[in-house]
T-cell receptor, first 113, second 114 residues
Framework: EAAVTQSPRSKVAVTGGKVTLSCHQTNNHDYMYWYRQDTGHGLRLIHYSYVADSTEKGDIPDGYKASRPSQENFSLILELASLSQTAVYFC????????????FGPGTRLTVL | KTQVEQSPQSLVVRQGENCVLQCNYSVTPDNHLRWFKQDTGKGLVSLTV?????DKTSNGRYSATLDKDAKHSTLHITATLLDDTATYICVVGDRGSALGRLHFGAGTQLIVIP
């Protein structure tokens, strides 16, 4: 069964530390996405990628980097974690572009202290 | 500026009752609208997608409507079950192409009690 998995599922980080969130998909999809979800707000797009070794900025890229080393893997990197980056992060994949059906991972709950 | 508004924010119903969730949006253009179910601690799972100017879909106990003129959608859940407890998220896609974006509502938290 096609799936999007994320690791870790939860993480506590210190302010100023480096955090890497990982995503793996077995859907054979070209597009992969990183979103953040804050309580009381809709998901917001951070970065996305449509091919390995290339990433694109989404709507809120500041403070985040992304890496797509292969079609299956997509990482989100917080070089200097800040309190405001406490949120739930979701990875997703889709066959085509940003407007098509996306398949979501279970999320990573990140708490920055 | 929030472009997708969902109401109510939360809703408690008794098992077996019906409920209706609302979604109003200002996204333009509006290519399609999708409803997702998000169980606590889980990812989003698509329930249905609406595409036409005035559209209706049905998926088991879930049915949905879309009126693009009013920029309004509803999700009906019939004969609710305890497993329907979740957050329901309305998402509007502005273009049916690779350049389009998805616009997410904040969700309606539905709690079904025995």
């Amino acid at each position: 069964e096609a799936a999007v998995t994320q690791s870790p599922r939860s993480k506590v980080a210190v302010t100023g530390g480096k955090v890497t969130l990982s995503c793996h998909q077995t859907n054979n999809h070209d597009y992969m996405y990183w979103y953040r979800q804050d309580t009381g707000h809709g998901l917001r797009l951070i970065h996305y990628s449509y091919v390995a070794d290339s990433t694109e900025k989404g709507d809120i890229p500041d403070g985040y980097k992304a890496s797509r080393p292969s079609q299956e893997n997509f990482s989100l990197i917080l070089e200097l974690a800040s309190l405001s980056q406490t949120a739930v992060y979701f990875c997703a994949s889709s066959d085509w572009g940003l407007s098509y059906e996306q398949y979501f991972g279970p999320g990573t709950r990140l708490t920055v202290l | 500026k929030t472009q997708v508004e969902q109401s109510p924010q939360s809703l408690v119903v008794r098992q077996g009752e019906n409920c209706v969730l609302q979604c109003n949006y200002s996204v333009t253009p509006d290519n399609h609208l999708r409803w997702f179910k998000q169980d606590t601690g889980k990812g989003l799972v698509s329930l249905t997608v609406l595409v036409d100017q005035k559209d209706k879909t049905s998926n088991g106990r879930y049915s949905a409507t879309l009126d693009k003129d009013a920029k309004h959608s509803t999700l009906h859940i019939t004969a609710t079950l305890l497993d329907d407890t979740a957050t329901y998220i309305c998402v509007v896609g502005d273009r049916g192409s690779a350049l389009g974006r998805l616009h997410f509502g904040a969700g309606t938290q539905l709690i079904v009690i025995p």
